[in-house]
Nanobody, 132 residues
């Protein structure tokens, strides 16, 4: 089971920026996708961005493309994934979770694939509040 821990949430005004981090360890396979999901109050989790641990291939949800950047830093036993968020808007308020799945899940179905939830490991989440 992969262990994940998010950090970096907080409060920011509309138009502001935040950087989230996700420290992941305990990998049992050699190739994972790690993604960031947002859960707004009363809503389902929504995939925002994902990155491959092996080759750094990225994917973004359309509403964040051009404003958010996902990146990774691989060390021997830990992968840290960052989500740089810019030009934040109030509707992007929510709890942000990172999750890890075998890379084939992302390759086959993208972030809408139900297997993120069935097969994935999840962190505890970090709150992001965008408000004036």
């Amino acid at each position: 089971q992969v262990q994940l821990a998010e950090a970096g949430g907080g409060s920011v005004q509309p138009g502001g920026s935040l950087r989230l981090s996700c420290a992941a360890s305990g990998f049992t396979e050699d190739h994972y996708a790690i993604g960031w999901f947002r859960q707004a109050p009363g809503k389902d989790r929504y995939g925002v961005a994902a990155i491959s641990t092996r080759d750094g291939l990225t994917s973004y949800a359309d509403p964040v493309r051009g404003r958010f950047t996902i990146s990774r830093d691989n060390s021997k036993n830990t992968v840290t994934v960052y989500l740089q968020m810019s030009a934040l808007e109030a509707w992007e308020t929510g709890v942000y979770f990172c999750a890890a799945v075998p890379a084939w899940v992302q390759s086959r179905g993208g972030m809408d694939d139900r297997r993120w939830y069935d097969l994935g490991s999840w962190g505890q989440g970090t709150q992001v509040t965008v408000s004036s």
